[in-house]
């Protein structure tokens, strides 16, 4: 079925799971205005643009260059503060795993492309790219804009209102089917992706940046890309080389420096102020 459409009905399902128990179990009222405006943008760049247009990328390109294109996300939050804000958490440690990281990418790239490089590829590289920088950008407007609402009760209006945002999407680019005709296969796999990869999986990241360090809960950006290939590699028969693991080793280790580097500015900053 379209990409879209299946992401459209993903987020339906899950956000109205969300809205209906917090609303009728845990009685909480309906966002205000200006919490509907926050609502709406994060829905979005988090939910209409970086998750369904990741998804739609799946289409084109590897499953593991798209999650490996995704793990890149931090280094565009570090760029974009830079650049935009003037950020000054930039050091030498900093560059270095941002070359790191687009040079990994680079090597898993050239993997993946060699002998079918074509039209369709460009358009899911692109697509996962753009993905990847409306989640940063998601994160960058979250820390520099909060609202007063219950972060899971957030999520859930954020998925309804990323719903109606997809289905127009949908209805608009790709030939959409009836629902009628959609296999209980795929509905099974849609239910899949709403208990496990919305619902349990949103609930538990939220969780664990509450209650664990946010070097700890973060871990899971690192092992998100190798699951992703290795899976890939055994139910959907992709190709997984040297080459690419070296390039996913070598992204993951950007990542981590870029990460590194930001945090050990942030501590040093504090023990500053309080001497």
Known sequence: MPALQMAYIRQFIAGLCFVIFFMWYKKEPLPTKKQFGWLFVMAGLMFVIANGMSTWSLKFIPTGLAALIGALYPLSVVLIEWIFFKSKRMNLLTFIGLFLGITGVGIVFYESAFGKFDYTFLVGLALSVAAMLSWSLGT???????????????????????????????????????????????????????????????????????????????????????????????????????????????????????????????????AEAEM
């Not at 099974?188 to 999986?201: A, D, K």
């Open 140 to 270: 960058v407007f979250l820390s520099r804009n909060k609202t007063n609402i219950d972060p899971y009760y957030g999520t859930g209006w954020q998925m309804l209102i990323s719903a109606v945002m997809l289905l127009l999407l949908a209805e608009l680019t790709q030939p959409t089917v009836p629902l009628s005709s959609i296999s209980l296969k795929v509905w099974s796999m849609i239910i899949y992706l709403v208990v496990f990869g919305s619902i349990i999986s949103f609930v538990a990241f939220i969780y664990s940046m509450k209650k664990l360090p946010a070097a700890i809960a973060s871990l899971y950006a690192y092992f998100n890309p190798l699951v992703a290939m290795v899976v890939a590699a055994i139910v959907l028969k992709e190709k997984l080389t040297l080459h690419i693991l070296w390039g996913a080793l070598v992204t993951l280790l950007g990542v981590f420096l870029v990460n590194y580097s930001i945090k050990r500015d942030s501590r040093k900053i504090i």
